[in-house]
Each structure stands twice: as C-alpha cells, then as structure tokens.
C-alpha cells in the first residue's frame, strides 16, 4: 500500500506488522550481543590491567633495543619514548 506526496513519489504505508518484525529482529540481535559479551567477561583470561599492558609494551622496546639490528641508528630519546607509548 502506497501513498503519493507533493513531488510524485510513492511512500509505503508502514503497517503494525512491519514494526513488529523490526523490533523481532532488533531484540534477536540484542540478545545474541548480550550472549556475546557474557560470554568475554565470563572467560577465563581476564583482561590485562593498564600497566600491565604498560610494563609488557616496556619490556618488548628494550628487547628492541637490545636485539635491533646493530647497522641502525641509535634512538633519541623522543623515539625512544614512542616505544614506550
């Protein structure tokens, strides 16, 4: 079922029916993402704090530097610094 506005066009009717089925499928996709994110926080593997993530991105820059290749320049400290970040 159609309607013509002021320039022509056809506008569809929007019935009862129709927005019953959008809000089905809304409330299935909700819920199958509430299922989800249970799911992460119910894992075993906690997520990491901040610094822990802060130490492990600190320990992976000093690797860096000690196993980088010898023929690089050495970092300044401003490059040093976005290893860290």
């Known amino acids: 079922m159609c309607t013509q506005d002021s320039n022509g066009e056809n506008i569809p009717f929007r019935t ?3 927005y019953e089925e959008q809000a ?7 819920d199958k993402t509430e299922e989800e994110l249970r799911m992460i926080l119910e894992s075993d593997d906690p997520p990491q704090s901040r610094s822990e993530r802060f130490n492990e991105q600190r320990e992976y ?4 530097l000690i196993t980088d290749d010898s ?3 050495p970092l300044n400290e401003e490059e040093g ?3 860290l970040e």
């Open 81 to 83: 610094g976005k290893c």
């Open 71 to 73: 023929d690089d320049p």
């Open 16 to 18: 009862d029916a129709y």
């Open 24 to 30: 089905r499928q809304e409330e299935i996709y909700l």
């Open 61 to 64: 820059a000093a690797e860096e």
